[in-house]
């Protein structure tokens, strides 16, 4: 059986019918209608016309999971706000309109370019586990309920990002996300199918229920849909905000004020309130002593080009920056004719990266990582040894570093958990670019509404962002932050911003940018051909901490059948799964005349928005 998240992308395939609910011509469309592809790129002979125009950003721009989102930052901008302010309001509305995969109260991390001063940094909102959680605790309650709760994250985000980089007011940035919250918005086909999906899960919890399922029903698909208590969460951190400013306060600490409203005034103490009633374990000393973190970015330089991506507890940056390392040895331009061999070739790299993230990272706070042995060269050399450019090899042990190990008691179930995650990139006028990726961990997170805020948490703890092995550095503790797939990308080429990107798709986001990148990077397609392009995952059985695990590379069906075949003689176990199922790319790419381009992914909702 296929694992949760590759189902989940499966159903969103089946559901978009290759995109035909966002208003785009399917395969089928395309070739009834007649009209020709034109000619594709030199170096991507493989690759058909994109379902998408690219959207150009001659002044800014958003793309992001959503079309309200994208408008959203869109609107931001175009008030003179920056790119932290687009950004902001974007993930505002995605909390509304992407219930199941976004939330102020959820997780992740941003990656932020300042063309002003040329620095690169990133900021994780990442929440850790409650003090009181137990650490024997049955892992399936860390998958939803109240015990599964992470400690929120993502609204304390959104206020270091205004802080930093901003512009505008709060009240300002919340404004389009309270009004969708208020007056109601079209749910998606997509979403309401997740509800329904979900509904036995969520009728256990009257809050929940009250928001997702009325009158004890799914919402019917494209019917108006509202959070009451999310629009008024939200309304009272803008109040907030306003009484300060009205009280003379600056701009920095009227948005702290709204921090604290959140992190210690009524919404803190309604979480906590409503966790203890009901045997959870978030308290006010865990809201209290959140804070964001800004942090260097992990980074790497590819064919010349610097690429900056998340730090730990983001496992992505570390695996991103290893996998780009092992194939910068190789050619990949002049495969590009040979989509077997190549797909090969960025198979075994993601292998043998997976092996050695999942042997090391965890929370560095509480344990030592090889980070600097893990992104340099000379490793990437040593590993790529292991590659046979003719056949696939098994799923490897980490390498020995200096640290850590590979416990091999497992827990009584050691199958990773799916995770869902939303993502946006924006560009605006001044050339300042913020890539976010955020999430509320699997499908609704706990699926428990916290009281009267409107808000999910994310469950984070759940198996597969942590390890299912007593004495791994990533094992379930109080107060440590599991890891996170998230992994926002920003590209410099000589200094000057050359891409700005990110995905959802919990274990596949590393996997679905490395490919994205080669497509951009080595293959020069352009960005919206680069997000199009058919993707694989691999897939590990029981999970990707487990050397020997049984790996399944699942390959979009637009791979062509001879390219399909070709992969099972070099020995991989290969199943097919929808057209458009892996991960859900949203990007802005600049070319060296300073042109931004903006593309968004149709295997999900994401959209594009320039002015």
Not at 72 to 99: C, K
């Amino acid at each position: 059986m296929r694992d949760e998240g590759l189902a989940r992308r499966d159903l969103i395939a089946a559901g978009f019918a290759g995109a035909a609910l966002l208003g785009l011509p399917g395969r089928a469309a395309l070739a009834q209608s007649g009209d020709k592809a034109p000619d594709a790129p030199r170096s991507s002979p493989a690759v058909a016309r994109a379902h998408r125009v690219e959207v150009p950003m001659p002044h800014g721009g958003v793309a992001a999971g959503h079309p309200l989102a994208a408008m959203a930052g869109t609107r931001m901008l175009m008030q003179g706000g920056t790119a932290a302010d687009a950004a902001v309001a974007a993930m505002a509305v995605m909390n509304v309109v992407e219930p199941w995969a976004s939330s102020a109260a959820g997780n992740g991390f941003a990656t932020c370019f300042e063309r002003r001063s040329g620095k690169v940094q990133s900021l994780a909102f990442t929440g850790g586990a409650p003090a009181l959680l137990d650490p024997d605790v049955d892992p399936k309650e860390l998958d939803s309920g109240h015990k599964a709760v992470a400690v929120p994250g993502a609204f304390g985000g959104w206020i270091a990002l205004a802080k930093r980089y901003g512009r505008l007011p709060l009240a300002t940035l919340l404004e389009p996300a309270i009004g969708y919250a208020r007056d109601g918005h079209p749910l998606d086909a997509s979403i309401a199918m997740f509800i329904r999906r979900q509904q036995a899960v969520l009728a256990r919890y009257p809050t929940s229920a009250a928001i997702f399922l009325p009158d004890g029903q799914p919402p019917a698909p494209r019917a108006i849909f509202r959070n009451l208590p999310l629009a008024r969460t939200f309304q009272s951190l803008a109040d907030a905000e306003t009484r300060a400013l009205k009280g003379g306060a600056s701009r920095d600490k009227a948005l702290s004020a709204a921090y604290d409203h959140f992190y210690t005034g009524p919404i803190a103490q309604d979480m906590t309130r409503f966790s203890q009633a009901n045997g959870g374990w978030l308290r006010m000393e865990d809201m209290r002593a959140y804070r964001p973190v800004w942090d260097e970015p992990v980074s790497t330089v590819y064919r010349g080009m610097d690429v900056y991506c998340s730090p730990l507890t983001s496992r992505t940056g570390l695996e991103l920056c290893e996998q780009l390392n092992i194939v910068e040895g190789w050619d990949l331009a002049s495969l590009a004719g040979d989509r077997a061999s190549l797909t090969h070739l960025l198979i075994e790299a993601i292998k043998i990266t997976k092996a050695d993230v999942y042997r090391y990272a965890g929370d560095p706070r509480f344990v030592d990582v090889p980070v600097a042995a893990l992104l340099s060269k000379d490793f990437a050399a040593t590993r790529r040894k292991l590659i046979d450019r003719l056949q696939a090899i098994a799923f490897p042990e980490g390498a020995a570093l200096a640290t850590g190990r590979q416990p091999d008691r497992p827990a009584a179930d050691e199958r990773t958990r799916g995770g869902d995650t939303t993502s946006l990139s924006v560009v605006d006028k001044e050339g300042n670019a913020i890539a976010v990726t955020t999430t509320i961990g699997g499908g609704f997170g706990t699926s428990v509404v916290m009281g009267d805020t409107g808000l999910l948490c994310n469950n984070g703890l759940r198996v597969g962002s942590t390890a299912p092995y007593a004495g791994h550095p990533n094992a379930v503790a109080p107060g440590k932050r599991a890891l996170l797939g998230n992994g926002p990308i920003i590209v410099l080429d000589k200094g000057q911003l050359k891409l700005v990107c990110g995905t959802p798709g919990g274990e596949t986001i590393g996997q679905t940018q490395f490919q994205f990148l080669i497509n951009a990077l080595d293959l020069d397609m352009p960005i919206q051909q680069a997000i199009e392009a058919p993707r694989f995952a691999l897939n590990a059985k029981p999970s990707f901490y487990k050397p020997g695990a049984a790996i399944t590379v699942q390959l979009e069906d637009r791979f062509a059948p001879a390219e399909i075949m070709a992969l099972k003689a070099k020995g991989h176990s290969v199943e097919t799964v929808g057209g458009f199922a892996i991960g859900s790319v949203q990007g802005v790419m600049v070319d060296p005349s300073g042109a931004r381009m903006g593309g968004a992914d149709p295997r999900r909702m994401g959209y594009a928005t320039g002015y």
